[in-house]
């Protein structure tokens, strides 16, 4: 059978041929006719010059009617290969004196008696000839005609070897240009494949209001049309189910609120209750050094966003306890209510031993998950003591999930890269749940994660779920070609679902936000910047860019203070008028990897600070400690730009946080294109941030941006963000957990009602 490809280069190189053959019908006759009249005219002109040459000398022959002369110098004419023939007739058209070879049917090459004109060329028996004749003069009187005959049948040789040529030629060209042309559209299909992929897999170019990407090569000129097109079916289509997956929510316009969530929980999935699982716990209890116990909220994302979900749902959220004063603030079920001041749910809090914790959280989690997914140049480690703890932690939290289970059916969502198997322990012991886990950072391509030791078993304890969520269709995609790559499932990559054993999980990306304030007590932007200025010790009109992230190398706080210094160095005229603020929250420093990064990200703070410091002044103001988020908003509020360089981040949140808090749609954000933020926040400054140069001139660029831009990238940004929010995240997690839900009752009906057809027919 003709394979596909060899097929439609047949449908081109099919016509081509017929094209070709029919050009070569055409033009063959038409070639053989010019060279015929080519011919003629070259014999004409040869009959010419030899009857000038024979002129003199027949003229006297004919004179002396010496016939032998005549005949030998005729004889010696006919020798030329061509001249087949020659005649002499007289005045009275009598044929006086001719070669042996002279046709007797030519005569004297009378004119017709029809009184129509003689043709040169004469069809005789053997052949064509071209004839011509030359009246012999004498005294002004005519003696007779020479008579020339040549031979043809040459003509009759060069017009077949024409025609061979001809085709031999069309044949060429037409393989030629069957060749050339596959070739060319082999390659510009290649290349129209690639960036369609792009445009499908979401690397749409960047529009017109954000800084373009100077890395990224543009798409081919012809491809911009389909381009556009994609991207307004693609726009259409996120629209379309932003408003159709709530619509029925929503008294109050399109906007995904706490009460949506509510109403959905409730209608949708019948009130079922919702348990939570993470690592990190929403509220620490610490024991301060004079005895009281304090509540600390951690620096994290997940909890800021899962955090606003809970309050709006109630339920019970399970965490590692990890306080100092934790144990003394729960009830003997290890439940706290929380928030502590207000409470609207229940905090489960699970307890860890040292050696747990070790193999567990700083092992597994972060020195072989962590690094395993985040493109950050750190090298992952898997220890088999780290895999046992990982394994027996995971039970030990679903046991917890099992436990809080009130009905055999909740909605579990799972959180992380810290329970990649406890969607299938739990899965096992609750069939019904439903199981939403969320994958907070990164997903790597298959090849890398292949490193993982434990790759099939990751990939089975997630296959758990019911749904899967990440935030960006790259990672969405990365993870269902893993799981095609390590594991027997059948996956339906236009539905998103993989089915293992015989359960489905359906794999969405969902970007991730924050809930969006509603500035009850704000403190004024105003006030803001006078108060932190007081606090930083800089001159009221001094410059501000703010950073805060945890202390994590993959973070790009180095790539940040160098674009800093570049900065400084490119536009002198803003040393001593600015300050960049850094926040770090201390994160995992028990590990030797976040202990040497903590130590560079000092040392280069101190030596741009020494380079150009002067009389108390400091380009870079380093605050490596905790923060609460009413401090972070008065820097978020106080500071002229924001940045947020990750070298790779599944979503952050810093970014959203910075424009949510900026209700004077005044500031400007850097962004790196390798945050899952970047895909929404098309007005930010986009950075690559490895490169250093372009890291500095978004800075400055922001520094000294016109208000007027300011307020439109901001109010497009917040726009966004504000209809994008947490619970718009969570919403749709739970909308298609609920279809999910609906689709298995029904899918249960009828194969219970199958069963009972099949038993009355038996
Ligand atoms: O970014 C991944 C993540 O788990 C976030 O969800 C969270 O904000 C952060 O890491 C917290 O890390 P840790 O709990 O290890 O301090």
Same mark, same amino acid.
């Given at each position: ?512 936000? =924050? #809930?969006?304030? &509603? ?5 004024? $932007?105003?006030?803001?910047? %006078?108060?932190?200025?007081?606090? *930083? ?121 910075? =424009? #949510?808090?900026? &209700? ?5 954000? $850097?962004?790196?294109?390798? %945050?899952?933020?970047?895909?929404? *926040? ?81």
């Amino acid at each position: 059978m003709l394979s596909r490809s060899v097929k439609l280069s047949l449908r081109f190189i099919l016509p081509l041929a017929i094209l070709l053959c029919l050009f070569a019908y055409i033009v063959v006759p038409l070639m053989d006719k010019l060279t015929l009249r080519w011919s003629l005219r070259d014999l004409d002109n040869r009959s010419q010059l030899l009857a000038t040459t024979l002129q003199v000398p027949l003229r006297e022959d004919v004179l002396l009617n010496d016939s032998a002369h005549i005949k030998r110098l005729f004889d010696g004419a006919i020798e030329d290969e061509r001249l087949f023939a020659l005649g002499f007739c007289d005045a009275s058209g009598k044929l006086l004196y001719k070669t042996y070879t002279y046709p007797t049917s030519l005569g004297c090459w009378n004119p017709p008696a029809d009184g129509t004109a003689r043709k040169s060329l004469v069809q005789l028996p053997r052949g064509p000839v071209h004839v011509a004749e030359t009246p012999i003069m004498d005294a002004g009187s005519e003696l007779g005609r020479l008579i020339l005959v040549h031979d043809m049948s040459f003509i009759e040789r060069r017009s077949a070897e024409t025609t061979k040529y001809v085709l031999g030629f069309f044949a060429l060209l037409a393989v030629a240009i069957a060749f050339l042309t596959l070739l060319v559209s082999h390659l510009s299909w290649r290349g129209w494949l690639a960036s369609l992929n792009d445009v499908l897999r979401g690397q749409l170019i960047p529009r017109a209001t954000a800084k373009p990407d100077p890395d990224a090569p543009p798409p081919p000129p012809e491809m911009e049309p389909l381009i556009g097109e994609l991207r307004s079916l693609l726009e259409e289509y996120h629209q379309e189910r932003q408003h159709s997956d709530g619509g029925s929510y929503v008294g109050n316009g399109s906007d995904w609120a706490p009460e949506k969530l509510k109403a959905l929980l409730q209608q949708d999935l019948a009130g079922d209750q919702v348990l939570v699982v993470s690592n990190r716990e929403p509220y620490i209890h610490e024991k301060a050094a004079d005895g009281t116990v304090k509540v600390r909220r951690p620096a994290s994302g997940l909890v800021t966003a899962v955090e606003a979900v809970m309050r709006a749902c109630s339920g019970t959220w399970i965490a590692h306890g990890a306080g100092s004063a934790d144990r003394e603030t729960v009830d003997k079920n290890d439940h706290v209510p929380v928030p502590p001041k207000n409470p609207s749910y229940t905090l489960r809090r699970v307890w860890l031993t040292e050696e747990e914790e070790k193999g567990y959280y700083y092992g597994f989690a972060n020195e072989g998950l962590w690094p395993l997914c985040h493109i950050a140049h750190v090298r992952p480690v898997f220890r088999s003591s780290d895999w046992e703890e990982y394994v027996k932690v995971n039970r030990r939290f679903a046991d917890a999930v099992i436990k809080e289970a009130r009905t055999d059916n909740p909605v579990v969502l799972v959180q992380d890269y810290h329970f990649a198997l406890l969607p299938r322990m739990v899965r096992e012991a609750l069939p019904k749940a439903t199981i939403i886990t969320f994958w907070h950072i990164p997903w790597p391509n298959s090849e890398s994660f292949g490193i993982c030791p434990w790759r099939e078993e990751i990939l089975e304890g997630m296959l758990g779920s019911t749904i899967l969520g990440f935030h960006t269709p790259f990672h969405r995609k990365n993870f269902l070609d893993t799981v095609d790559r390590y594991l027997e499932t059948r996956i339906e990559p236009e539905a998103s679902t993989i089915s293992y054993g015989n359960e489905l999980t359906q794999v969405e990306d969902y970007p991730i936000s =924050i #809930a969006w304030p &509603d500035y009850p007590d704000t403190v004024p $932007v105003d006030v803001c910047r %006078t108060e932190i200025r007081q606090i *930083l010790g800089v001159p009221q009109d001094h410059l501000l860019a703010f950073g805060v992230d945890r202390l994590d190398y993959t973070k790009g706080i180095l790539e940040r203070f160098q674009a800093v210094d570049r900065m400084l160095e490119m536009h002198p005229a803003m040393v001593g008028k600015f300050s960049f603020v850094q926040i770090a929250a201390p994160s995992r420093s028990d590990l030797e990897e976040y202990m040497n990064f903590e130590q560079r990200v000092r040392k280069l703070a101190d030596k741009i600070n020494d380079r150009y410091g002067k009389d108390g002044y400091l380009p870079i103001i380093l605050k490596i400690e905790h923060h609460d988020q009413n401090e972070l908003q008065r820097y978020f509020r106080a500071s002229e730009v924001c940045m947020v360089t990750s070298l790779h981040d599944g979503m952050n949140l810093v970014a959203k946080e910075f =424009i #949510a808090a900026r &209700d004077d749609e005044h500031g400007a954000l $850097v962004l790196s294109q390798f %945050t899952g933020a970047a895909r929404e *926040l098309h007005e930010a400054l986009i950075i690559n941030p490895y490169h250093i140069e372009q890291g500095a001139e978004a800075l400055y660029r922001g520094l000294t941006m016109p208000s007027v831009e300011q307020v439109e990238r901001m109010r497009s940004m917040r726009d966004r963000v504000r209809r994008f929010n947490v619970y718009r995240w969570a919403g749709h997690m739970l909308l298609d957990a609920a279809r999910l839900r609906k689709r298995e009752k029904v899918m249960q009906k009828i194969r219970a009602h199958s069963r009972t057809n099949l038993r009355r027919v038996g």
